[in-house]
């Protein structure tokens, strides 16, 4: 556990001014809705977390699909994994410093949400749920990009895990609805999007299936991840 602890501190360390921007512009947001625009509206609150429960899928998407290549290019992961750790202990390690930056940014944007939902006569249970439901959702995210940040460079990485994420949409004008099944991030996020009033029925059943669904494929960048010659020069 400890070399999983002091890789993941490494990437907060790392990662601290982009985290920091982050923090910043969900902050930003919620003034420009509470401080500057006038009084606010309940609508505005839902736009606010609806906008930022994408932002978060989206920063997860980026961080995630540039942590295995940044450290590639510095050679920093030769360095690393020469102290016998395994190359699951590696990605477990990038993957809870990522973890921990969209928690961060989450409750960021949670207190944010609380402080315009104060205004309105939106619940705060119903803010604090919604965002909750982002990270959860994040954390899948993070999962996909890392699996395809194994054998993609970020670029294309990025769109990989955009087009497996958001692969449902392909039905979207159809009678068939198998969000809940091949893509549980996309049913979250698109339940925070479509619910107009934040009621989430069905919620633990997607939630549960998105922990599945970001253990697979954590598992499967594991595996792949550890034919991968780290050692060749990726510029």
Request: charged fraction near 10%; proline fraction near 4%.
């Amino acid at each position: 556990m400890t070399p999983i602890l002091l890789i993941a501190a490494n990437y907060l360390r790392e990662q601290r001014w982009p985290a920091i921007g982050l923090f910043a512009y969900g902050i930003g947001n919620a003034l420009a809705f509470g401080a500057v625009g006038g009084p606010v509206a309940i609508e505005d609150v839902y736009f606010y977390i609806r906008q930022q429960a994408l932002f978060a899928a989206l920063f997860a998407t980026f961080l995630a699909a540039a942590a295995v290549h940044n450290d590639r290019r510095s050679r920093r992961i030769l360095a690393v994994l020469s102290k016998a750790i395994h190359r699951g202990e590696y990605l477990a390690g990038l993957f809870l410093g990522l973890a921990a930056v969209m928690a961060a940014y989450c409750a960021v944007v949670a207190l944010s949400s609380l402080w315009l939902a104060g205004q309105t006569q939106l619940t705060i249970v119903s803010a604090v749920a919604a965002v909750a439901i982002a990270w959860i959702a994040s954390l899948a995210v993070i999962c996909v990009a890392l699996f395809f940040s194994t054998f993609l460079n970020p670029f294309f990485t990025t769109a990989a895990t955009a087009a497996a994420i958001m692969l449902p949409a392909l039905w979207v004008h159809t009678a068939v609805h198998p969000a809940l099944w091949l893509s549980p991030p996309y049913y979250l996020l698109s339940g925070i999007a479509l619910s107009p009033t934040f009621t989430f029925a069905g919620t633990v059943t997607a939630v549960v299936l998105a922990a599945i669904y970001g253990a697979c494929f954590f598992v499967l960048a594991t595996v792949l991840f550890s034919r991968r010659d780290v050692a060749i020069a990726i510029e």
